[in-house]
């Protein structure tokens, strides 16, 4: 019998703190078709997972301004005004983070995050600080969700075993890969869902946050 999981693993954006590039680059572009052009071809996602796998700002910065002069102010707010891509936490879900660490359950997270901006999140949402035993940055580890090494890392470092725990993403690639290594997994799409989710599997939450 599959073991019920006692431990709880969250992604951190689009779980806990809404990130959207478009909060920043609407009041950059006011024309929508030369936002998705930037976001798809200046700064695509691949330049983004280059920063989640650890490569500096600094150099990424560079790299695009090279390739596209012509939009160095929005290339370098990528990195000055990247806070503004993040509205603030989603409080249904920092509500059920708080509810389980009062309750003593064990929690974690495991996030693609860039170095820099890890550091500045941890100061603006304390939380990110305060309620996780060991939180797994892509950055620092130089592997990128889904690939399981980034679970193996969780795994090792504190000696947990896949079926002890339950694993919240709002990527389903990243949900299915980590219930292909043993993690029970829960497709985030809104805190209620979440909610119920967790208390279904026996985690002490009131029925309504």
């Not at 992604?11 to 030369?34: K, M, S, T």
């Not at 997270?109 to 600080?129: D, G, H, M, Q, V």
Request: proline share 7%.
């Amino acid at each position: 019998m599959p073991r019920t999981p006692d431990t709880v693993v969250f992604d951190i954006g689009n779980v806990l703190i809404r990130w959207d590039p478009r909060a920043l680059y609407r009041e950059i572009f006011p024309d929508p078709e030369e936002m998705a052009h930037f976001l798809e071809v200046v700064c695509p996602p691949e330049f983004n997972l280059s920063l989640d796998k650890g490569r500096s700002f600094k150099d990424a910065i560079a790299e695009r301004l090279a390739l596209h002069p012509e939009h160095a102010e929005a290339i370098t707010a990528w990195d000055e005004r990247w806070q503004e891509m993040v509205t603030g936490e989603i409080a249904g879900s920092v509500a059920i983070l708080e509810e389980l660490r009062s309750a003593g359950v064990p929690l974690y997270a495991i996030t693609n995050f860039s170095r820099e901006k890890f550091a500045e999140c941890e100061i603006r949402f304390p939380f990110l600080r305060e309620a996780f035993h060991d939180v797994v940055v892509s950055a620092h580890e130089g592997v990128l969700k889904p690939d399981p090494a980034i679970y193996q890392v969780l795994f090792s470092r504190n000696g947990l075993a896949p079926e002890q725990t339950i694993f919240i993403d709002d990527s389903a690639a990243n949900v299915a890969a980590a219930r292909d290594i043993g993690m029970h997994a829960h497709h985030f799409s809104g805190a209620d869902g979440l909610r119920i989710a967790l208390a279904d599997h026996g985690f002490p939450l009131s029925p309504r946050g």
